[in-house]
């Protein structure tokens, strides 16, 4: 049977998919796991719930609050808050449990369910197992006084931003920055962090409506802050998505910085004071060579994980690592968060600029992004990509004429029937080229 929850939660077509009699049915299910785990022991239990700007979490909202609290969950309603700040906020109200509803940065009509077990931490695999299994359970109900309260928490805005506000030490007093807000979740409590830190702010894209959500805006669609901020003769842009636990960065030019390059200018400045855990940054394999190649210049290591924040997550806590993150801008600073907040890296951004009086443009040159090319080779058995000895000679051959100075990944694509061929080259003429090479073998000997 096909699993409910994906790589982030359980994520669909709001009121198709994503129902809210799902959303009652799991938040009961959880409920239940949590306690018979011993979460709950001694005390009455404790869940915070807050949403991104879509309309549809409104009624998902309520079938959530409406399953904790007939389960004897105390619900503490967070309103419209980013997920890292549903996660700081799990941790620092003692919640047992804290709840987003949001889908990121997907198109509006769709929404999700993520849960965050006590301290804001993603659920281990197993848990997650667990609540797929006892839904739709019989189950005795509380009733009296042991059904679950809900009230609502207006601060979690002020004490979220202020908690970012207290993560650099340096005021940023002379910056100008337009931050998009995607017309997301951080539409308050991003502008109103960066304005509190010292900042000149002027936001876009922050006057959601339920339904313009990452319409045309936010990190998957850089025109429009590039344009803002070339206006306003700005020192700096930032892009959030949905629910802002990315972010990608525009410099006083218009040029686009991505997560490879905001990792790299965080890694220097930790590796500098001291907080860079045994000098070694955490990013995913679909990470531009020219990044690694930066580091290893530097001095810092890299560890490479499959692409996806939460095996970033995994291997960072395994290994006490500080800093990790993906090139789409989910970028973890574990001194300060428990998932990617990317109105946490602009702030740390910004105080690497105001430190160093560097631009964002010169902190990025301190790599070099290769091109890149990707083709995603379709129809194809993905399962034999790391058995066929003609594949793997093909693409040894190309990665011995590519040598230092590129590389060559062949992928499955986790959900679909292709294979993503990823190569990195000196040019994109040269990167193209070798990429359709080795997409023509994957069509040759992996046809179905």
């Given at each position: 049977?096909?699993?409910?929850?994906?790589?982030?939660?359980?994520?669909?077509?709001?009121?198709?998919?994503?129902?809210?009699?799902?959303?009652?049915?799991?938040?009961?299910?959880?409920?239940?796991?949590?306690?018979?785990?011993?979460?709950?022991?001694?005390?009455?239990?404790?869940?915070?719930?807050?949403?991104?700007?879509?309309?549809?979490?409104?009624?998902?909202?309520?079938?959530?609050?409406?399953?904790?609290?007939?389960?004897?969950?105390?619900?503490?309603?967070?309103?419209?808050?980013?997920?890292?700040?549903?996660?700081?906020?799990?941790?620092?109200?003692?919640?047992?449990?804290?709840?987003?509803?949001?889908?990121?940065?997907?198109?509006?009509?769709?929404?999700?369910?993520?849960?965050?077990?006590?301290?804001?931490?993603?659920?281990?695999?197993?848990?997650?197992?667990?609540?797929?299994?006892?839904?739709?359970?019989?189950?005795?109900?509380?009733?009296?006084?042991?059904?679950?309260?809900?009230?609502?928490?207006?601060?979690?805005?002020?004490?979220?931003?202020?908690?970012?506000?207290?993560?650099?030490?340096?005021?940023?007093?002379?910056?100008?920055?337009?931050?998009?807000?995607?017309?997301?979740?951080?539409?308050?409590?991003?502008?109103?962090?960066?304005?509190?830190?010292?900042?000149?702010?002027?936001?876009?894209?922050?006057?959601?409506?339920?339904?313009?959500?990452?319409?045309?805006?936010?990190?998957?669609?850089?025109?429009?802050?590039?344009?803002?901020?070339?206006?306003?003769?700005?020192?700096?842009?930032?892009?959030?998505?949905?629910?802002?636990?990315?972010?990608?960065?525009?410099?006083?030019?218009?040029?686009?910085?991505?997560?490879?390059?905001?990792?790299?200018?965080?890694?220097?400045?930790?590796?500098?004071?001291?907080?860079?855990?045994?000098?070694?940054?955490?990013?995913?394999?679909?990470?531009?060579?020219?990044?690694?190649?930066?580091?290893?210049?530097?001095?810092?290591?890299?560890?490479?994980?499959?692409?996806?924040?939460?095996?970033?997550?995994?291997?960072?806590?395994?290994?006490?690592?500080?800093?990790?993150?993906?090139?789409?801008?989910?970028?973890?600073?574990?001194?300060?968060?428990?998932?990617?907040?990317?109105?946490?890296?602009?702030?740390?951004?910004?105080?690497?600029?105001?430190?160093?009086?560097?631009?964002?443009?010169?902190?990025?040159?301190?790599?070099?992004?290769?091109?890149?090319?990707?083709v995603n080779v379709p129809g194809v058995d993905k399962a034999r990509t790391d058995d066929d000895a003609v594949l793997a000679a093909a693409v040894a051959e190309e990665e011995a004429e590519l040598g230092d100075s590129g590389r060559v990944l062949l992928r499955p694509s986790g959900?679909?029937?292709?294979?993503?061929?990823?190569?990195?080259?000196?040019?994109?003429?040269?990167?193209?080229?070798?990429?359709?090479?080795?997409?023509?073998?994957?069509?040759?000997?992996?046809?179905?």
């Open positions: 049977m096909t699993r409910l929850f994906g790589t982030d939660g359980v994520r669909g077509l709001a009121n198709g998919h994503l129902t809210a009699e799902l959303a009652l049915d799991l938040s009961v299910a959880a409920a239940h796991v949590l306690a018979d785990r011993g979460e709950f022991a001694g005390h009455r239990p404790l869940a915070v719930v807050g949403r991104d700007t879509r309309i549809s979490g409104q009624f998902l909202e309520a079938a959530v609050v409406a399953g904790l609290a007939s389960a004897g969950v105390d619900v503490l309603l967070l309103g419209i808050l980013p997920t890292p700040g549903v996660a700081y906020l799990t941790g620092t109200l003692g919640a047992d449990l804290g709840v987003m509803l949001s889908a990121s940065h997907n198109p509006m009509p769709d929404n999700g369910i993520k849960f965050l077990a006590r301290g804001g931490v993603k659920l281990d695999d197993v848990v997650e197992i667990a609540i797929e299994r006892r839904m739709g359970e019989d189950w005795e109900r509380p009733t009296g006084g042991a059904v679950g309260t809900v009230t609502a928490y207006p601060s979690g805005i002020d004490e979220y931003a202020a908690h970012l506000v207290r993560s650099i030490e340096h005021p940023l007093a002379g910056i100008r920055v337009v931050i998009d807000c995607a017309e997301g979740a951080a539409w308050e409590a991003g502008p109103k962090a960066l304005a509190d830190a010292g900042a000149d702010v002027t936001a876009i894209h922050s006057q959601p409506d339920g339904l313009n959500i990452n319409d045309g805006c936010g990190s998957t669609h850089l025109g429009p802050l590039q344009a803002a901020v070339l206006k306003d003769g700005a020192d700096v842009g930032f892009a959030l998505d949905g629910d802002a636990d990315r972010c990608l960065a525009v410099d006083h030019e218009g040029n686009v910085v991505d997560g490879d390059q905001i990792l790299a200018i965080l890694a220097l400045s930790l590796k500098e004071s001291g907080h860079l855990a045994k000098d070694t940054v955490v990013a995913t394999v679909m990470s531009n060579l020219g990044f690694v190649q930066a580091m290893k210049a530097n001095g810092v290591g890299v560890r490479q994980t499959k692409v996806g924040d939460r095996y970033v997550l995994e291997a960072m806590k395994v290994s006490g690592y500080t800093l990790g993150g993906e090139q789409s801008g989910h970028v973890i600073l574990s001194e300060h968060a428990t998932t990617g907040d990317g109105v946490l890296t602009a702030l740390q951004v910004l105080e690497r600029m105001a430190t160093t009086g560097q631009s964002l443009q010169k902190l990025a040159s301190v790599m070099t992004r290769l091109p890149q090319v990707l959900t679909e029937p292709l294979v993503r061929v990823m190569v990195e080259a000196v040019s994109a003429d040269q990167a193209r080229a070798v990429a359709e090479r080795l997409a023509e073998v994957v069509r040759r000997q992996l046809t179905l």
